[in-house]
């Protein structure tokens, strides 16, 4: 059974540890996330992209997936199913279809104009049962055609937009979407520290761009608030690993290695491993 991401955010955020939000692609990639996530117990967000809802024939395709596939598999974790980077109409189509969670990213709208659109929306999520997360100050990089210079969040229009009743509060410091570049200068955790002063102890913060963050910085982020942590381009990272790496071996061309429940299989795995890897970074194992 799915549920929003309050609860499990909120017991993060108190227990010290962040719950991992894995973005998925399609059919292998959400069953190898379920998987790893019920093997070490761990509660976990399944993000999907309004590019990724499309690709994979709508949102409501993918609703009847997840709920399919969690049913199937027998999973007993928690497991919600977050739009990430949503629109306005992209989180009301989400809400609609049947998520149990979504974000709305209004951080590219002048302060007002995102506060007035995310009260909106916290009013609808939250009268649906559904959990809700905003954004303030752009992530770097670009996702799903949305493209950010990395700005570092105003604590004070944090606050502004924490004080709607938001579930959890992505906020950017200094991350980037995708591979960092080699002249990255880290995460800001002075400006991590000064959000968490001007929104209060209570409220879950989000990183973005989790992918590449060296282990050290995760660790220091969860200690200062961070709740939830979200990972996509290291699994679209190891999955393509694996899958040259089979084909250049030529595994394809040997008995019926072409047949795509082998083809995929090597991603499968990697996937679920990479997963795991970030469970014990997070510290969320054992805590569904």
């Known amino acids: 059974?799915?549920?929003?991401?309050?609860?499990?955010?909120?017991?993060?955020?108190?227990?010290?540890?962040?719950?991992?939000?894995?973005?998925?692609?399609?059919?292998?990639?959400?069953?190898?996330?379920?998987?790893?996530?019920?093997?070490?117990?761990?509660?976990?967000?399944?993000?999907?992209?309004?590019?990724?809802?499309?690709?994979?024939?709508?949102?409501?395709?993918?609703?009847?997936?997840?709920?399919?596939?969690?049913?199937?598999?027998?999973?007993?974790?928690?497991?919600?199913?977050?739009?990430?980077?949503?629109?306005?109409?992209?989180?009301?189509?989400?809400i609609k279809a049947g998520f149990t969670s979504i974000m709305f990213d209004g951080s590219h709208f002048g302060i007002e104009e995102n506060v007035e659109k995310t009260k909106e929306l916290v009013a609808t999520a939250h009268k649906a049962g559904m959990s809700i997360e905003a954004e303030v100050g752009a992530i770097g990089g670009e996702e799903d055609g949305v493209v950010g210079m990395g700005e570092c969040a105003d604590p004070q229009e944090c606050k502004k937009i924490a004080d709607l009743g938001v579930d959890f509060l992505a906020a950017g410091i200094g991350n980037i979407h995708g591979i960092y570049p080699e002249n990255?200068?880290?995460?800001?955790?002075?400006?991590?520290?000064?959000?968490?002063?001007?929104?209060?102890?209570?409220?879950?913060?989000?990183?973005?761009?989790?992918?590449?963050?060296?282990d050290d910085q995760i660790k220091k982020a969860i200690s200062l608030g961070v709740s939830k942590i979200n990972v996509n381009t290291e699994l679209q990272?190891?999955?393509?690993?694996?899958?040259?790496?089979?084909?250049?071996?030529?595994?394809?061309?040997?008995?019926?290695?072409?047949?795509?429940?082998?083809?995929?299989?090597?991603?499968?795995?990697?996937?679920?491993?990479?997963?795991?890897?970030?469970?014990?970074l997070f510290g969320c194992a054992n805590k569904a």
């Not at 019926?256 to 795995?269: A, E, H, T």
């Open 237 to 280: 990272l190891v999955f393509a690993k694996a899958t040259r790496e089979y084909i250049e071996a030529g595994s394809d061309k040997k008995g019926k290695g072409y047949d795509p429940r082998k083809l995929l299989k090597p991603g499968f795995d990697a996937i679920i491993e990479e997963c795991k890897a970030k469970i014990a």
């Open 1 to 94: 059974m799915l549920v929003n991401a309050k609860e499990m955010l909120d017991k993060a955020l108190e227990g010290h540890y962040a719950v991992p939000h894995f973005n998925i692609n399609n059919l292998e990639w959400t069953k190898a996330v379920l998987l790893a996530c019920e093997e070490v117990k761990s509660p976990v967000i399944l993000g999907v992209s309004e590019g990724a809802g499309k690709y994979m024939c709508g949102f409501e395709t993918v609703t009847a997936m997840v709920k399919a596939m969690d049913k199937s598999l027998g999973i007993t974790v928690p497991v919600a199913l977050h739009l990430d980077h949503g629109s306005y109409d992209g989180c009301l189509a989400c």
């Open 184 to 214: 990255w200068q880290g995460l800001s955790f002075e400006t991590l520290a000064a959000i968490k002063a001007a929104i209060g102890e209570n409220l879950p913060l989000v990183l973005h761009g989790g992918s590449g963050i060296p």
